[in-house]
């Protein structure tokens, strides 16, 4: 059974920054994946943020994360996967889910990754960015 932890959430002030980390276990990690992130800000939908495919190193991003989120994976841990994000806003603000499908990642270089697309989900990991 596969399960995602994600970890490094937590609350600080507009502009600085902060890592994600997803751990993945009970899976083939040495298979091509895809591993995402996605966010659920109060009273909205979920959205997705970045993902990445392990197979290409090809990376996706929505329209609010380029220029300032990065999404890796582990170089040495290939069932990690980070999101660095910085000069965080306010509207960063959102509980952060980490989720993986085997295969390509269904996105796209405008939308990011598409939750119909992913298997497996995280609990979350809740970011706060004060003004």
């Known amino acids: 059974q596969v399960q995602l932890v994600e970890s490094g959430g937590g609350s600080v002030q507009a502009g600085e920054s902060l890592r994600l980390s997803c751990e993945a276990s009970?899976?083939?990690?040495?298979?091509?994946?895809?591993m995402g992130w996605f966010r659920q800000a109060p009273g909205k939908e979920r959205e997705g943020v970045a993902a990445?495919?392990?197979?290409?190193?090809?990376?996706?991003y929505n329209d609010s994360a380029k220029g300032r989120f990065t999404i890796s994976q582990d170089n040495t841990k290939k069932n990690m996967v980070y999101l660095q994000m910085n000069s965080l806003k306010p509207e960063d603000t959102a509980m952060y889910y980490c989720?993986?499908?085997?295969?390509?990642?269904?996105?796209?270089?405008?939308?990011?990754?598409?939750?119909?697309?992913?298997?497996?989900w995280g609990k979350g990991t809740l970011v706060t960015i004060s003004s």
């Open positions: 989720a993986m499908s085997g295969g390509p990642c269904v996105a796209d270089n405008d939308y990011g990754p598409y939750e119909y697309g992913m298997e497996n």
């Open positions: 009970g899976y083939n990690y040495n298979s091509a994946h895809c």
């Open positions: 990445v495919y392990t197979g290409r190193g090809n990376t996706y």
